[in-house]
Each structure stands twice: as C-alpha cells, then as structure tokens.
C-alpha cells in the first residue's frame, strides 16, 4: 500500500479516465492546477474502448458522433486532424442512407417498399410526437406509443394492422438500442434529446484515439480501484486499493451504474440533491456483436439490413462495418432486457442465434463466422450497464443535478450527467468541459483547446 498524503498535493482528484474525466484533467492541467486521474481500469477511455487485438479497431464501445452539425466533439476530432467514415443511420433512423428492409415474411423489400415504410415511421412519429406533448407525469414511452398508434388505428385510411404492429416493434427496438432500456421502463419524455443534426460517422482508427491524445502527458493511475470518498475540514480524501489520496477538491466521473451500485461510498453521504436524481435515472445495457465473415453474402452498397415484425424481435438490424477492417464484418446489437439475458449466454450460442436469424434472411448461404467481438457491458464492474436513461419519474433536470457540485468540494461529470445530450460521447464531453469550468471558474475557450492539442 502507498499513501500519498498531500497537503499540498493535488489540487483536484479526478476519478475515472473516460472521455468526461480526461478532458476535465487536460483542462484543469492546461490551466496549470496539479491533477492527477485515478483509474481502475488497466487503459484509459471507459466506455471508448477500441480493440486492435486482431491487427485492425474494433470499437467495443462507443462508435458514432450522432450528427456532426454544431458539434463540439467534431470541432475536437477536425481539430486533431484524427480521419473519420461517414455513416448515417446509427442512431436507429427507418430510413436516410441505404437500408437493406425484409419485411414480416422475411422478403427483401422494394425501394417502394422501403420509401413507404420510412413515409409510415414518419407518420406515427408525428403522431406520437402530439401524444408526449400532451402526456402526464408518470407516463411511460409505452403509453405514449400505443396512444399513438390507437390513434393511426383508427384514422379513416388507416394503415393494416400488420404494419401497425412493425411500428410499434420498431418504436421498442429504438429505445431498446438509443436507451438500453424497456419500453415500459422508459419515461415518456425519455427520447426528446434524441434529435440528429447532420451526418453521423465513425472512426477507422479506433474512436478511443480521442481520449489517447487528450490525456498524453497527464499523471494517469491506472488500476486504481477508487473505493471511499470522504469530505474532510480542509479538503477530500479517495481511498483506494493502491492507497489514499487528498486534494483541495474532486471530481468523480464514474459511470451511473457505478454510482447505483454503491461501489463507492461517500463520507458524509450525498445529499439528496445528487443522491435522488442517482436512484432515479435508469442505467442501461446495450451490448455489440460483431461478425465477420469469410466472404459477403449481403447486397454492395447498404449501410445496414433491417428485419421488420416477427423475424427481427431479437437480431433486428445489422449494420455494415467491413469498411474499418476490409473484411465483411457485420454488426448488430442486443440492448435492454434481451440485451441483458444474452449476457448469461455463451458465446457460441449467442453467435447460433444471430447467424439463425440471418440465414432466415439470406438462406444457407450465410457461412460461419470466421471471427466475432461480443460484449457484456452490463457485468463490467466499471461500468454496470453501457449509458443512462429517463426512468420514469425521473427527468432531465435529474441528469444535469447529478453534476452537483456538493460545497464546491465534490463536482461530478460523466454522459449521465449531461441533460442536453445523455448516453453520448458528447455529453461526456461537455460534462467534463462544464466540471472544468466550474472548478477554475471561468469560461472556456474550446476552439483554443482544440487548437492546442491539435499541434501536439
Ligand atoms: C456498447 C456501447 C456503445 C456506445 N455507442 C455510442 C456511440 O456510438 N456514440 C456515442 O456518442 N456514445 C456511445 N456510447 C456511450 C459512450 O460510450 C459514453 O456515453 C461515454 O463514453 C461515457 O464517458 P464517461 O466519461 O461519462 O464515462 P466512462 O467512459 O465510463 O468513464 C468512466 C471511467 O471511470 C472508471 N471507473 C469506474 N469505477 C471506478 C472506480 N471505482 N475507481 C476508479 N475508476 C473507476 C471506469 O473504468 C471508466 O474508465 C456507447 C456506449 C456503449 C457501452
């Protein structure tokens, strides 16, 4: 065990080395307070954590900038001049860039087809939008769906009952892959951040290449398990398995489910300002499958294959990644409480299970595997599920009253803490951007920022 007593010491504890904890650090130092990050894991970027095992990336979590419009994550990765693919359906849109559809009886659809059923997506998206303004507290996203759809159901030229009930697996899928969430657990209010400005993209290098170049040159403790955080008369002190640690102030960016969990505890415990809005908010679990195959059995020129109604209820959607390895790599997703059964599944069923689902697409001439990425988010210790969402009878006044700051000692930072863009790259971002503020209390000026590690 080493102690590193320090009075003086640090200026500010960091816990945790994801995106919102090392752009808090990097700012903090650039304005020249003594920092120091501890991190349980062995490598920096939490939930951006790119694999390079098989001699190309695989991003294992996070992989898009959801809309590049007015972004400041963008500004950062222009700035640091790190390559970015476009690829614009990544946030469950029905339609946008090329989607292979096959509708309930497993046919490919016609561009007809596929034109009509993003106009019919559209449609009750207008009318579930009339139906979340008009909700009541306590209403969940299912009631405000199938309101929706009641309403579709009986307009004079109503659309048929089958395709109604393909909106509605279509409304659960995207909460289920935006959220990691059931659709009954989900506030009715719990999708409005969700709008998309621009191009989506993605990052062939690896999108953990971000929180690599902002952390180069910061005092990083990795597998530092944090496990106490006690407010002291004259500042904190964060006990962990490698030690303890004092500084003036700290600020904690664990994830969410880290915090529900109570991996942590907080000498004295939180006031209720920050610890209501932590039972409150709902962690979710989204998790990725990636295979790759021998060779490519599906259509050239598709961002994503679709399966509506009953053929899609688990594997749904697979989205065309060969571009970052060169190989034919398909990914798909199993988010919310599939996304967590498939957690105590072994590898090689989850795997007959996908492939089943797609040989009922493409026929037996989908071959085996010859690699596959599976993950587990929601049985990470670090992490216990993969981002935040609005329970119902939470809000998101909750996401941004977890930043706190508690007495100005204890500040809190981390995508669940950021109500404009929860769950997101972004959000951790500007979480961190924000924490940094507060604590130098000034504004900051990220256009320089980005310019300066960008000549690094
Ligand atoms: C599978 C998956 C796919 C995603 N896809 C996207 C996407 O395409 N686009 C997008 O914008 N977002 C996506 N996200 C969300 C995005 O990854 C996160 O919102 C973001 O990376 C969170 O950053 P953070 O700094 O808030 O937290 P984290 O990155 O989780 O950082 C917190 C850090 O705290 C550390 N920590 C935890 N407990 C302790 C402890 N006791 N002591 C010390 N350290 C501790 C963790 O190890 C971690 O490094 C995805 C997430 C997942 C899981």
New binding site residues.
């Given amino acids: 065990m080493t102690t590193d007593r320090t009075a003086p010491g640090h200026d500010v504890i960091v ?9 808090a650090a990097r700012l903090l130092a650039d304005a020249g307070r003594r920092v120091v990050v ?4 062995d ?6 954590h790119t694999d390079r095992d098989a001699g190309f990336p695989v ?8 809309g590049i419009t007015d972004s400041r ?1 963008w500004e950062l990765a222009q700035a640091l001049g790190v390559p970015t693919l476009e690829f614009t359906v ?1 946030s469950f849109q029905a339609g946008g860039r090329p989607i292979a559809d096959f509708d309930g009886d497993t046919r490919r659809m016609t561009a007809d087809a596929s034109a009509q059923w993003t106009a019919d997506v559209a449609e009750a998206d207008r009318a579930l939008e009339r139906e979340i303004a008009a909700s009541s507290p306590g209403d969940t996203y299912l009631d405000v769906t199938e309101r929706a759809l009641d309403g579709l159901e009986r307009l004079p030229e109503a659309m048929d009952p089958e395709r109604i009930d393909e909106i509605r697996e279509f409304f659960r899928h995207r909460v289920e892959e935006q959220c ?1 969430a059931w659709i009954g657990d989900l506030d009715a209010h719990g999708l409005d951040e969700d709008a998309i400005e621009g191009d989506e993209v ?1 990052f062939p290098r690896g ?1 953990d290449e971000l ?1 690599g170049r902002i952390a180069a040159g910061l005092d990083v403790r990795l597998e ?4 106490a955080v006690e407010r002291e008369d004259d500042g904190v002190r964060v006990r ?1 398995d490698h030690g303890e640690f004092r500084a003036g102030r700290v600020l904690v ?3 969410l489910g ?1 915090l529900k969990a109570g ?2 505890t907080f000498d004295p415990a939180l006031p209720d300002e920050v610890a209501g809005p932590i039972r409150r908010l709902g962690m979710g679990v ?3 499958i990636f295979l790759q195959f021998p060779e490519r059995f599906w259509e050239d020129g598709v961002y994503a294959i679709r399966a509506l109604g009953e053929p899609g209820e688990h594997w749904h959607s697979w989205y065309d990644v060969s571009a970052i390895s060169g190989r034919p790599t398909l990914l798909t ?1 199993a988010a919310g409480p599939f996304g967590r059964r498939m957690q105590d599944l072994h590898d090689d069923d989850i795997v007959a299970d996908a492939l089943a689902a797609l040989r009922g697409l493409y026929g037996e001439q989908v071959p085996a595997p010859a690699a596959r990425w599976i ?1 587990r ?1 929601g049985e990470d ?3 216990r ?3 935040s969402y609005i329970a119902t009878g939470s809000s998101h006044h909750d996401h941004d009253a977890l930043s706190g700051p508690v007495e100005d000692v204890l500040h809190f ?5 950021w109500g404009a863009e ?7 971002y500007a ?2 951007v924000r924490a940094a503020e507060r604590i130098l209390g000034t504004p900051l000026d990220l256009a320089a920022f980005a310019e300066r590690r960008g000549r690094r």
């Fill in positions: 816990i945790g080395a994801g995106m919102s904890g090392i752009t501890l991190e349980a894991r490598r920096i970027g939490g939930r951006m991003d294992l979590g996070a992989s898009w900038i959801h994550l990544g990691g993605i999108y929180p530092h398990v944090v496990n962990t960016t664990v994830p880290v991996s942590i989204f998790n990725k997703f993950t988010w210790p670090f992490s599920g993969s981002y930072a981390g995508e669940a803490t929860p769950a997101t790259v972004g959000g951790a979480s961190g």
